[in-house]
Every structure is written in structure tokens, then in C-alpha cells.
């Protein structure tokens, strides 16, 4: 089984054509999105935070899983980073969207008179 997703994430990598590093951001985004979307709940944002932050840990255990099973060791400062990327802008879009809400409730209308 933990096979089965390490080849998986090969063939999204490849079928897709991007860094696995840039694949995290961009996965990252996306589900966190799709989990808000899916969350009829004020606190949408940040339940989907959490899910991410569930995801990417299962995500990672996996890899470590992968790797110990191929006889290796695994290199724990890509672990981090490959967290981090995934996490990043979701994590800004939590504690910055109500601030960017009230900038733009704020903004003068720039639209010239009708």
C-alpha cells in the first residue's frame, strides 16, 4: 500500500511536470481550498488548516515509511521543507484573510464618478 503512493506521487510528478517541492505548495492550496469548500462553518478556514496539517503528516509518514523500507535513511530537512511548502500559504491565508477582508471593505472606490 505504501508503495502503491510513493509510485503514484511519482506519476503525478511526472504527468504534471513540476518539482515535487512546487507540487507541495500547489497541492497544498488546493486542498486546503477544497476542504474550506467543503466546510459549511464559520470557522471553515481554519478546520481546513487542521485537516491540511493531518494530510501532509500522512503524507510525510509515508514517505519516511517508503524510504526506510528501500533500505534508506531519510533526509528529515527535505521531511521539514516538503511540510513547510505545503503548509505555507494556507497558514498565511489563516491569519491574514480578515485583515485583507477589511482592507478591501475599506478601499476607496477607485472607479471614477458614474
Known sequence: MVHLFAEFKDLLEAVIGLD???LHVHLGIILFL????CLPDPHRYSKAFI???VVEL???FFDVVTTYDLGRVPNWPDTLADIINT???PAAWC???RRIA???RNAPDLSGPV
Open 20 to 22: 515535487r517541492n512546487v
Open 34 to 37: 477544497v476542504f474550506a469548500w
Open 51 to 53: 485537516w491540511l496539517i
Open 58 to 60: 500522512c503524507n510525510e
Open 87 to 89: 503548509l505555507i500559504w
Open 95 to 97: 491569519l491574514f484573510r
Open 102 to 104: 477589511r482592507a478591501l
